[in-house]
């Protein structure tokens, strides 16, 4: 009879469990949209991604809602434009620029310890925590290092990463600053160790430790293959710094020299190998406890890529609003769930992550939370096409605008009207030709930045 109780229990655990899939959500820092193995335009080795991407579904016209880190990850985890939740600028010292080295006291003062996402924004973490999901944040915060802005008080349960946007990857430090945090306290204890080898550590640690007991989210955010923030050799206080570049263990490295044109290329490469290597150890780990066909394996990148040798087919790099800036790599993995082997050139962004994974365990948006996608699993199954049929971007007096097929870009770097049905690189600009078009990208962009102004406002930016 006892044996029968516990059985039962058991079943009822197990069940429990098993309608709540595990959830690994995976960010890399500056990686280009042709950045895997598995595309085959570049001779990278990452045969995880690679087999992340053969079990599951490939995006190729998915887009992030900023050119570059912070604002970025900020959509990701609250599933919200930028200007919607007030984080629509990168929180960084700029003086960094110029070779300055921060000390502790000005430091404590700097935009980047007194800035951060508002707190009265809701993060996934806080949405899964509510479903009932122990939740781990590793890696790059790069929300805010403020007390009140770290993941343990943002819907996180465990937090080993640095909250601003950079870090050298040996040190830690980011222009002098010790960065690494373990939960609310900064720490040193791995100085000297490459950093994509402490967060695989600790991404490895957190998942051991529930995998087979919570149903769990774990938010891995790498700094790879971003370049290091540390000055290079000859840096003068006051002079325009000389880049460090990516740095990257000799191993991976040499797997490469011979292989691109340079040494800086061979560094960046090298980086990402190392992560996807990463990567790997916590599929095993899911694999090795009988979790792989409930487990959800998300990747993309934060930003189009920098320093990794182009884009191509794509115009622009990170920091633009070509495609190299916005459109990024994404794979989602959910053994019968969704399809093997598929790629999907369907419209879709970063704002549907968030409603996606609620959709899937069962989680809800606050009451009052505006969201700005959908739920992308009947798209990425093949049921049906995607609602998305309109995105916009700005970084300050930059503009874009994608509404079905057409492009609309007005930055200082350039601009003009595309059609990526018959034009992906953005090579011919047909606003002469097609000035109705120009109209109405414009009058749909004005539409949105009005609705954007119109919204409860959010910090830090905003002046309210």
Request: aromatic fraction near 10%; charged fraction near 25%.
């Amino acid at each position: 009879m006892r044996f029968a109780v516990c059985f039962i229990s058991c079943l009822l655990v197990c069940s429990g469990f098993a309608a709540k899939p595990n959830i690994v959500l995976i960010v890399s820092d500056d990686q280009g949209y042709p950045d895997l193995g598995c595309i085959g335009s570049k001779p990278l080795i990452t045969p995880n991604l690679d087999k992340l991407a053969a079990e599951g579904v490939r995006g190729t016209s998915f887009y992030v809602t900023w050119p570059a880190c912070t604002p970025s990850r900020g959509s990701i985890l609250t599933g919200r434009y930028p200007q919607r939740n007030g984080l629509y600028d990168m929180v960084r010292n700029d003086l960094v620029n110029f070779g300055h080295r921060f000390g502790a006291e000005e430091y404590a003062v700097s935009p980047e310890m007194t800035l951060g996402l508002d707190v009265r924004e809701v993060t996934i973490g806080n949405m899964l925590q509510q479903a009932g999901y122990v939740t781990g944040c590793v890696g790059k915060w790069d929300m805010g290092q403020a007390k009140r802005f770290l993941p343990l008080q943002r819907g996180f349960d465990f937090f080993y990463g640095h909250g601003n946007n950079g870090i050298d990857y040996y040190t830690h430090e980011r222009y002098g600053v010790p960065s690494l945090f373990r939960g609310n306290a900064r720490t040193e204890e791995d100085k000297g160790t490459y950093v994509t080898e402490v967060f695989r550590r600790e991404a490895l640690s957190f998942v051991d430790q529930h995998v087979v007991k919570n149903p769990f989210f774990l938010y891995l955010a790498f700094n790879a293959p971003h370049g290091a923030s540390s000055f290079g050799e000859g840096t003068k206080e006051g002079e325009k710094k000389l880049s460090e570049g990516v740095q990257a263990p000799e191993k991976y490295v040499a797997m490469y020299r011979g292989k691109v044109k340079d040494e800086k290329l061979a560094r960046y490469c090298g980086a990402v190998t190392c992560m996807d290597e990463a990567i790997g150890a916590v599929m095993e780990a899911v694999e090795k406890a009988g979790q792989t066909e409930n487990t959800i394996f998300v990747f993309l990148s934060d930003n189009g890529g920098s320093g990794n040798g182009g884009n191509a087919p794509l115009r622009g790099q990170k920091s633009t609003m070509w495609e190299g800036g916005l459109r990024v790599p994404f794979i989602m993995r959910w053994p019968g769930k969704v399809p093997a082997g598929k790629v999907t050139d369907e419209f879709l962004t970063s704002l549907e992550l968030v409603p996606t994974l609620l959709a899937a365990t069962g989680g809800k948006a606050p009451q009052g939370v505006k969201l700005d996608g959908f739920d992308m699993l009947p798209v990425l199954k093949g049921e049906a096409k995607s609602p998305r049929t309109e995105m916009y971007w700005q970084r300050r007096g930059d503009k874009a605008a994608r509404v079905g097929n057409w492009k609309w870009v007005e930055s200082e770097k350039g601009g003009g009207l595309y059609d990526l049905s018959a034009d992906l690189g953005e090579k011919k600009d047909l606003s002469g030709e097609k000035p109705e078009v120009v109209k109405m990208m414009r009058e749909r962009f004005e539409k949105w930045r009005t609705e954007m102004d119109e919204t409860e406002p959010r910090g830090p930016f905003r002046d309210y």
